[in-house]
DNA sequence: GTGTAACCGAGACGGTACGTCAGGTCTTGCT
DNA sequence: AGCAAGACCTGACGTACCGTCTCGGTTACAC
């Protein structure tokens, strides 16, 4: 049965407001400058509204995500026949995507997020691990399914590898990886 | 030709309590938990005796690291011949120590702590990336000197996201990862 | 029109702790050793809390001093009819407070937060110079209305001057200097 | 018999680049921000020759006012015959200094010393109570000799009683205590 | 309609840590 | 042995946020 209950209910306008305001803060300032107040004062949004919905900032973080707040664009592995050539380029496409102006601290920024909230790298994972009907074509190669998953996270967990570095990846370096992942 | 001063020079003693101090403290609390007024407190050394020495949290942590003081455990690969082998055996061992109580905890927060500091990434990179003669092993196995560092890189970025994501990885995980990199 | 404003009021307990832990402190260390950490210490307080209403360490003495926490003493000038002798009685029991344990250090603490602060000079000048009506009968002696204000700080800044030099005045003392400033 | 010592004597060099720092620093900033290190700082010298020869801030200061290097006007009180007439002139030109850029803090920057150090204390009285031959003066006008001393303390209290509360004292204030005082 | 209970914004509260400044002591190499 | 230089530990400074709390105002269901 349902709890039937008076008053109002949580404003949805509210509840945009902080995420929106988070994602644009964590761009701007990195997540170890992204505090409660600023979210609070940026939003025109009462503390103990955000205290209330969300138990910690990883938490925020995790729904913005999950809106498509940070790391809006869907990019898709084309399929022109060959896997290689295929993931080498859809790498090339996201490193774009984070060599933009705040692309690398926002990672950087997930990769913190990440360390407190395990839930945080899981998404961070999917969108960097070319998961759209890669797997099967991954399989069809001859790998068998647990080996790709295993390519996935060691595709994800090399970019964040030359984030965290601060290394800007060449195409030889992106080449390099996808061969050794992905026999011909 | 050296520069001549007059005056105290600097502390040893200090310098190798803060690094201590830090290294304990990281390995407790974590890294958002580690603040210089702990690590001053805990090496009994002034608060200003920190900031004279090292501009940021990441760069004791990076000095500790360097000293040995964290991940203490030089582990090499062994040579039988079988590199898939002697990757897959190092792993598990490195696996084994991340593990232990507070092996988890230290490398989230190495992780946390390069976010802020490129050269704790590399640091991190180099500790789990096999390095022992590995490379070598690798482009004698055929693939180009290039792809030996990708590789390493994959291995490295690959653990850290286990360790993200809050996974235990499985024998089968390693095994898989290693067969998808060296091929066999 | 009154401004009306949601949200908590100021605390009037926070304040009324605070000032007294100031006057407590006062009278005990003096004024070099009053910090604002030791007042917020005493009076459980946190340290904003001081910061977000008082301006200095002067601003609180100075409130403390109008709410009657430092110096409580009303000590009125009789009126026997002869001017002199209400005076120097009235000095004398003003130095036998001063002679209290803490009366001397109070006092020579004041001075210092008057360096500081113009409004506590004022607020000693009334508590030093007798000012229950003698201005009244000061004119009515003789003295235009000028100097019986003039006449007023003098007294204070004799007091003033014998704190500073560390002297204890003298009955005859304080009869001189009635004498020299209210002629019979 | 002297005590035979060996190395070398202490530096007036040092002596005087101190006690000038200090005077110079005590006009600028005012004693409340007068710091021992601001002082080695000025003086080129070590902070470890400071407290080797003075105990506190305030036995500098006091050591630089009897060496004259501050207030160093020997102001002299006129004598023509007219008692009231020559102190108001000399308290006006008294003030005149005070009022000169520096003059009222450093007024005020001594009466917080002397807070600290009676001994200050009695040096301002000194230069405050216009103390040449006066004394003989007053008690050749009719006043004994205890009560000179008291008239002085009270014109020095006073004008320190003005500078504590940021008074500017008008021709009117200065003539009615002199009368007050020295009654004609 | 009218309670009434939960929402909202604002922001004060007791705290912890920040990074800086100065205090007073000690150490080093020079003169 | 005095000196300039400056590292050391200590402790206060004034600021930024934390997470909790208290206000007045505003919904929106339940009676």
Same mark, same amino acid.
């Given at each position: 049965?349902?709890?039937?209950?008076? !008053?109002?209910?949580?404003?949805?306008?509210?509840?945009?407001?902080?995420?929106? @305001? #988070?994602?644009?803060?964590?761009?701007?300032? /990195?997540?170890?400058?992204?505090?409660?107040?600023?979210? %609070?004062?940026?939003?025109?949004?009462?503390?103990?509204?955000?205290?209330?919905?969300?138990?910690?900032? #990883?938490?925020?973080?995790?729904?913005?995500?999950?809106?498509?707040?940070?790391?809006?664009?869907?990019?898709?592995?084309?399929?022109? !026949?060959?896997?290689?050539?295929?993931?080498?380029?859809?790498?090339?496409?996201?490193?774009?995507?984070?060599? $933009?102006?705040?692309?690398?601290?926002?990672?950087?920024?997930?990769? $913190? #997020?990440?360390?407190?909230?395990?839930?945080?790298?899981?998404?961070?994972?999917?969108?960097?691990? #070319?998961?759209? !009907?890669?797997? @099967?074509?991954?399989?069809?190669? /001859?790998?068998? =399914?647990?080996?790709?998953?295993?390519? /996935?996270?060691?595709? =994800?967990?090399?970019?964040?590898?030359?984030?965290?570095? /601060?290394?800007?990846?060449?195409?030889?370096?992106?080449? %390099?990886?996808?061969?050794?992942?992905?026999? !011909?």
């Amino acid at each position: 049965m349902e709890e039937h209950r008076a !008053g109002p209910r949580r404003s949805e306008q509210a509840r945009l407001a902080v995420l929106t @305001a #988070a994602a644009d803060l964590l761009a701007q300032n /990195g997540y170890e400058n992204l505090t409660i107040e600023a979210i %609070a004062r940026q939003a025109s949004v009462g503390k103990q509204t955000i205290y209330r919905w969300w138990p910690s900032r #990883a938490a925020i973080l995790t729904e913005a995500l999950l809106e498509g707040m940070i790391f809006r664009q869907q990019l898709a592995v084309r399929n022109t !026949g060959d896997l290689r050539r295929d993931l080498t380029e859809w790498m090339s496409r996201v490193w774009s995507v984070l060599d $933009a102006p705040q692309g690398r601290m926002l990672l950087r920024s997930l990769v $913190a #997020a990440a360390t407190e909230h395990p839930a945080i790298g899981e998404l961070m994972r999917d969108r960097l691990s #070319a998961d759209g !009907g890669i797997r @099967a074509r991954v399989v069809a190669h /001859g790998d068998p =399914a647990v080996a790709a998953v295993e390519i /996935g996270d060691a595709i =994800a967990g090399w970019m964040m590898m030359q984030v965290l570095m /601060g290394a800007a990846p060449t195409p030889d370096g992106i080449r %390099a990886i996808v061969h050794a992942l992905v026999p !011909g």
